[in-house]
Nanobody, 125 residues
Framework: QVQLVESGGGLVQAGGSLRLSCAVS????????MGWFRQAPGKEREFVAA????????YYADSVKGRVTISRDNAKNTVNLQMNSLKPEDTAVYYC??????????????????WGQGTQVTVSS
């Protein structure tokens, strides 16, 4: 049973930083796509960033490009999201997602088999 547990969310002022972490347990993936999505109230879940292994290629939504960095810690089996220069519009519940394939459509919610429960990020103006 694969489980994903996010942590690191919280309240931060605009311009601040947060580091989200997602611990993956129950299975070790050699070929994997790991993603972060977010969902604001009344809106659909949207893609934030993804990383694919092997290779470590990373991908970002235009809305966060240059402010966000996704990384994978193989030893700890975690995927992290470093978010800088946060804006009020970044406020959302952030979810990590994993699929044990080299996902081509990494920005699609439907491509991922495993999801975490989400962590709230609130950015005040």
């Amino acid at each position: 049973q694969v489980q994903l547990v996010e942590s690191g969310g919280g309240l931060v002022q605009a311009g601040g930083s947060l580091r989200l972490s997602c611990a993956v347990s129950g299975r070790t993936f050699s070929t994997v796509t790991m993603g972060w999505f977010r969902q604001a109230p009344g809106k659909e879940r949207e893609f934030v960033a993804a990383i694919r292994w092997p290779g470590g290629s990373s991908y970002y939504a235009d809305s966060v490009k240059g402010r966000v960095t996704i990384s994978r810690d193989n030893a700890k089996n975690t995927v992290n999201l470093q978010m800088n220069s946060l804006k009020p519009e970044d406020t959302a519940v952030y979810y990590c997602a994993v699929d044990n394939n080299y996902v081509v459509r990494y920005n699609y919610v439907s491509e991922y088999d495993y999801w975490g429960q989400g962590t709230q990020v609130t950015v005040s103006s």
